[in-house]
């Protein structure tokens, strides 16, 4: 059975290029554009990662990582946050929430597909 990846972000087009970054993977690819609909998938279906945007409207990736860390059932589900910023407060939360990594927007594909790897244990 494929791993599965839950791939959170609120701008289509980051959607879009990350899904055909990941189409050429053995992943299976979720994907949501809210923190709310990120934890609605989270209750409903298992993941071994999710790849969480930063910046989104209403839930943005730091409150949606506190709510995955507080559900004893995510507590250890890797998250790779992504951003277009790399402010140093950003960075200290998500250390602090245990993010398995950073990856800055617009994606590199390989270092993309690294740290998805590295996350994985692949």
Do not use: H, W
């Amino acid at each position: 059975m494929s791993k599965r990846i839950l791939l959170v972000d609120d701008d289509a087009m980051n959607l879009r290029m990350a899904q055909v970054i990941l189409k050429k993977t053995p992943y299976e690819i979720l994907s949501a554009s809210s923190g709310a609909e990120c934890l609605r998938l989270l209750g409903e279906q298992p993941v071994d990662l999710v790849l969480l945007d930063i910046e989104m409207p209403d839930m943005n990736g730091i409150e949606t990582l506190e709510k995955i860390r507080e559900a004893e059932s995510l507590s250890q589900l890797p998250v790779i946050f992504l951003s277009s910023s790399d402010d140093r407060d950003t960075l200290e939360a998500a250390n602090r929430l245990q993010a398995s990594g950073f990856i800055n927007k617009p994606f590199i594909p390989q270092a993309l597909l690294e740290q998805i790897a590295g996350a994985l244990g692949d």
